[in-house]
């Protein structure tokens, strides 16, 4: 147990489903982080909030939307996916935004979508 | 282009053998972190290395932050089936200290 948790652990939906990826920590950190894990891919960073502020949008399409409305919560919005979105999404939290900080993550959602 | 190429991609070796797996990239970081990935799990920090030709030891884990800081290698003695899993490099990259992640090394130790 790492202190931050995803739900759902699984999540199917269809091309034109609407869902939402929440992560929680209960770790006092200020800043969190969305990450994409695919099969054939290097974990790659998506979004980075701290202090509830976003600081970094890796070239994400707009049909994935962060929302983080306190530092403990964070939200990742789906709608109108593709199949190669399908993938593992992790959320990770530090105590502040440095590379040195250790980054806890949570387990992940695992995504698939049809 | 990736930035950090890890190798062996996979590893199946027997338990008690030694391993090396390495983590190489053309650029320089200011720090590189070690995870460690288990099957349904986000990965956990293993160890931060953050100034050039640094050895930390872990138990039976030994990492090493080359002179340049630009490539990494973790060696493990002993092996034992609990350190089965998925073994990421990330090399810090600018100023908001974000991370940049190899594809890892998948380690299988057989009993």
Redesign the interface.
């Known amino acids: 147990e ?1 202190g ?1 948790t995803q739900t759902p652990r699984h999540l199917v939906m269809g091309m034109t489903n609407k869902k939402s990826l929440k992560c929680e920590q209960h770790l006092g950190h200020n800043a969190m982080y969305w990450y994409k894990q695919s099969a ?6 998506m979004f ?1 909030y701290s202090l509830e502020e976003r ?2 949008n890796n070239s994400v399409p707009s049909r994935f939307s962060p929302e983080c409305p306190n530092s403990s919560h964070l939200f990742l919005h789906l709608h109108t996916l593709q199949p190669e979105d399908s993938a593992l999404y ?1 959320c ?1 939290s530090s105590p502040g ?12 959602t695992r995504l698939t979508v049809l | 282009t990736q930035l950090l190429e890890q190798s062996p991609q996979f590893l199946s070796i027997q338990e008690g053998e030694n391993l090396t797996v390495y983590c190489n990239s053309s650029s320089v970081f200011s720090s590189l972190q070690w995870y460690r990935q288990e099957p349904g799990e986000g990965p956990v920090l293993l160890v931060t290395v953050v100034t050039g030709g640094e050895v930390k030891k872990l138990k039976r884990l030994t990492f090493q932050f080359g002179d340049a800081r630009k490539d990494s290698s973790l060696h493990i003695t002993a092996a034992q089936p609990g350190d089965t899993g998925l073994y990421l490099c990330a090399g810090e990259r600018g100023s908001q200290g974000n991370l940049i992640f190899g594809k890892g090394t998948k380690l299988s130790v057989k009993p």
Do not use: C, H, N
């Open positions: 790492t931050v054939k891919k290097p974990l790659e960073l980075v600081v970094e992790l990770a935004g440095s590379g040195t900080d250790t980054q806890y993550f949570g387990p992940g």
